[in-house]
Nanobody, 123 residues
Framework: QVQLVESGGGLVQAGGSLRLSCAAS????????IGWFRQAPGKEREFVAA????????YYADSVKGRFTISTDNAKNTKYLQMNNLKPEDTAVYYC????????????????WGHGTQVTVSS
């Protein structure tokens, strides 16, 4: 069993930055990568970014490329999502999740999910 805990959400003005953290309780053989998804009110959950467990490979949705960056601290079993130049349309609950499929942006490929952290960007 893998437990994931997100933190770092909050309220920020447009153009501002936030850094989200995803702490994993343990890495199992199925945990090849960690992904970030988000869900805005009234919308479906969408892929944001993913990183291989080692941190060598990263993947981003087109909507966040150039603004969001994933990093990793393997000593702490923690992944980070640095979000810069935030826009009101980035407002959502952000979830991290663990997958056995490297590079997947399909949420059904993710086996374990955190409870989410709210990000609100005001205009």
């Amino acid at each position: 069993q893998v437990q994931l805990v997100e933190s770092g959400g909050g309220l920020v003005q447009a153009g501002g930055s936030l850094r989200l953290s995803c702490a994993a309780s343990v890495r199992t053989f199925i945990t090849v990568a960690i992904g970030w998804f988000r869900q805005a009110p009234g919308k479906e959950r969408e892929f944001v970014a993913a990183v291989s467990w080692s941190g060598e490979s990263t993947y981003y949705a087109d909507s966040v490329k150039g603004r969001f960056t994933i990093s990793t601290d393997n000593a702490k079993n923690t992944k980070y999502l640095q979000m810069n130049n935030l826009k009101p349309e980035d407002t959502a609950v952000y979830y991290c999740a663990a997958t056995h499929k490297l590079g997947s942006d399909f949420q059904n490929d993710y086996n374990y999910w955190g409870h989410g952290t709210q990000v609100t960007v005001s205009s």
